[in-house]
């Protein structure tokens, strides 16, 4: 098993549209979750965090579940510019830890 | 917010010669870099872990002695790539570790480089 899993997509939806994207993680001993967006050709640039609480900004909430071990990824009112590919990350525990990668699901919003 | 830049942003070499890839975290020090390899339309891979004044740490798979990393100072950090061949073209990405004030505390988080295009013919 994968130690952070995405559904690949891609997902094709109508620009206004909703859609959420999961990702889990297999060591329950985690600490830190990050949604990363990727742009073709492009660096991975931080979206979010993800809190415990959860965390809204703007048109995007991440939701973290550590009991399933999932973090979530909700887009409201989506917009083509948010075609990209988005990245679950997942570090820890401790100051030494790996990163690992989501393989990342793509995102299409057709007008 | 961190600014993390590489350089150069595109290479195009022959077989067999050596390509420095250099990354630099801008605005704050860094201890620890990593760097990524990415080929189309897949995920990034980790390579390895840069810690500064101290040997790498490399991911299972990735050869040492062919990817050769420096992290001299708290800023920089270089990927050399010897003796480079055309299965070795990518796109390399590093990163740069920053510890962000958040809710419970500080939480750590990555700035990427922008990455660099290898290239080898």
């Known amino acids: 098993r994968k130690e952070v899993e995405q559904d690949p997509g891609p997902f094709n939806v109508p620009e206004g549209a909703t859609v959420a994207f999961n990702c889990t993680y297999s060591?329950?001993?985690?600490?830190?979750f990050f949604w990363y967006r990727q742009d073709c050709r492009k660096e991975p640039k931080l979206l979010m965090s993800?809190?415990?609480s959860g965390n809204e900004d703007g048109r995007f909430t991440a939701q973290l579940n550590r009991a399933s071990q999932y973090i979530s990824l909700l887009i409201r009112d989506s917009k083509l510019s948010d075609s990209a590919t988005y990245l679950c990350v997942v570090t820890g525990p401790g100051s030494a830890s790996k990163i690992i990668f989501g393989s990342g699901t793509r995102l299409s919003i057709r007008p | 917010g961190a600014v993390v830049s590489q350089h150069p942003s595109r290479v195009i070499c022959k077989s067999g010669t050596s390509v420095k890839i250099e990354c630099r975290s801008l605005?704050?020090?860094?201890?620890?870099m990593f760097w990524y390899r990415q080929f189309p339309k897949q995920s990034l891979m980790l390579m390895a872990t840069s810690n500064e004044g101290s040997k790498a740490t490399y991911e299972q798979g990735v050869e040492k002695d062919k990817f050769l990393i420096n992290h001299a100072s708290l800023t920089l950090s270089t990927l050399t790539v010897t003796s480079a061949h055309p299965e070795d073209s990518s796109f390399y990405i590093c990163s740069a570790r920053d510890l962000l004030p958040g809710l419970a505390g500080f939480q750590e988080t990555q700035y990427f480089g922008p990455g660099t295009r290898l290239l080898v013919l």
């Open positions: 605005d704050f020090q860094a201890t620890t």
């Open positions: 993800v809190y415990s």
């Open positions: 060591n329950s001993a985690s600490q830190s």
